[in-house]
Each structure stands twice: as structure tokens, then as C-alpha cells.
């Protein structure tokens, strides 16, 4: 008998009003597994994961981690579950030091050593040379991996990630990426990856669920969505 996923979204349904935003998404992730989340513009990636992290909460359905229903906890609440999450824009403090920020931030976790903890998380991002430079002061690649790392402090087992990627080079894009699959391998973290770049999801996910206009389309291994003639409808031939 297959053991049930380490976490997962059981029938999500999000209504804004008359209006119908997500309709009955699941999902099931493994530990460690990096699951892509894609779907074209305004078919509700982000609802969704404010619905799964507690910034709203759903009409209907479920939320687990771990065996846990999370489903109407708070944020922080979720937070010391385990399940961290980054924004589409950088949520870093520019004039504040690279290490001081990341620190009081694995304070705020409740990491057990949070300065060892914040070191670490530097060095796993090759941000180790710059723990004194001001934040702003960092390229804006070094900003994303900064940013991500705040997102790991306090050793999160589960990690949703809203657009990683926006507006990075394409270098800066595979680098990040890189980081972060090996990141999500060595510490066993569950991914859950909303991102429009389709070579970084194709390339770095286990598996991908697409959704459209709020209601599940595909799931499958990358090649198998990349294959799906739903798939390369929905994006009109453009991403898939």
C-alpha cells in the first residue's frame, strides 16, 4: 500500500465573491519532491498559494502536511509547521546587512542556533562573501538567492516558491535553479514551484501539474506534459 504524500491539497476551492477563482485542485507531493505549478496568466497560481499559506482561506477543501490538517491555521501557525513560501518580488530589507537580516529572521523561525543557521544558509547560496554588504547593495540575482534564503531559514520542510525567477538573465535563472534543486535534495524539501520560465520548471521538477482558468488540466513527469496536447493548447503553442 503506497504511503500518503508528505503533503497535500485535497479539493481546493477559492470564491471571490460570485466569481469561482479556483475549482477543486489537488495535489500530493512527497518529500523532497520539486513539483512544478504552471498554467497561463490568470489561471489562479497565485490564489492558489495564498490559499495553501494561509493569506486566504478557501471555500472548500483541504490542506496536509505532514498527516496534519493545516487547512485553517494562521500563517505563522503554518510557519512553524514547516511550510515557508517567497513573493514574486523580493521581500528583502535593502539598507539592512545581508547576514543581520537572514539572522533575526531564523530568530523569527524559532531556529534552535539561529546565527549557525543563517551562516549556513549564506554559504548553501554562495552568499557567504557578502554577509556584511547592504542588501541593496547586491546584484539583482544575488538579491533573489537572498531572498530564497530567507525563505529557508528555520529549516522549512515544505517551500513554495511564486516566481523565483522574475527577472533574472537566463544565467541567473539556471544558477538559481541549480541552487535550488540541489538545496531541495540535500535538506529534503518538499518544492512546490510556481514559475513562468518552462525550461527552468521542465528542467529542474519531478513532476507538473498545470491548471487553467482555476481547474486542473494536466499532471504528469515533465516529458509527459510538455507532450500533452492540452498542454500545448492552453499555451497556444508559445511555452509548451
Known amino acids: 500500500m503506497k504511503q500518503k504524500a508528505y503533503f497535500t491539497v485535497e479539493d481546493l476551492v477559492v470564491d471571490y465573491g ?3 477563482a479556483i475549482d477543486g485542485i489537488r495535489l500530493a507531493l512527497d518529500k523532497g519532491e520539486i513539483r512544478g505549478l504552471i498554467g497561463p496568466n490568470g489561471a489562479g497560481k497565485s490564489t492558489f498559494i495564498d490559499a495553501v499559506t494561509g493569506r486566504r482561506l478557501p471555500t472548500a477543501g483541504r490542506v496536509t502536511l505532514g498527516g496534519e490538517d493545516i ?4 500563517i505563522i501557525a503554518r510557519r512553524d509547521r514547516g511550510l515557508s513560501r517567497s513573493f514574486q518580488r523580493t521581500s528583502i530589507f535593502a539598507d539592512m546587512p545581508v547576514l ?7 530568530h523569527q523561525a524559532r531556529a534552535e542556533h539561529p546565527e549557525e543557521d ?8 554562495d552568499l557567504e562573501a557578502y554577509a556584511d554588504w547592504r542588501a541593496g547593495d547586491l546584484g539583482y540575482g544575488q538579491q ?6 530567507l525563505a529557508l531559514v ?7 516558491l511564486d516566481e523565483p525567477m522574475a527577472g533574472l538573465t537566463v544565467t541567473e535563472s539556471r544558477d538559481l535553479a541549480e541552487h535550488l534543486k540541489r538545496l531541495a535534495r540535500e535538506r529534503r524539501v518538499t518544492v512546490l514551484l510556481v514559475e513562468h520560465d518552462m525550461e527552468i520548471v521542465f528542467g529542474i521538477s519531478d513532476r507538473v501539474t498545470v491548471i487553467e482558468l482555476g481547474k486542473p488540466l494536466a499532471e504528469g513527469t515533465p516529458d509527459e506534459v510538455r507532450a500533452n496536447p492540452k498542454v500545448r493548447e492552453a499555451y497556444l503553442g508559445s511555452a509548451a
Open 118 to 125: 543563517a551562516l549556513a544558509i549564506l554559504k548553501e547560496l
Open 154 to 160: 528555520g529549516s522549512p520542510s515544505v517551500l513554495l
Open 100 to 106: 543581520e537580516q537572514v539572522f533575526l529572521a531564523s
Open 144 to 149: 533573489r538567492r537572498l531572498d530564497l534564503a
Open 71 to 74: 487547512t485553517r491555521l494562521s
Open 18 to 20: 460570485g466569481v469561482r
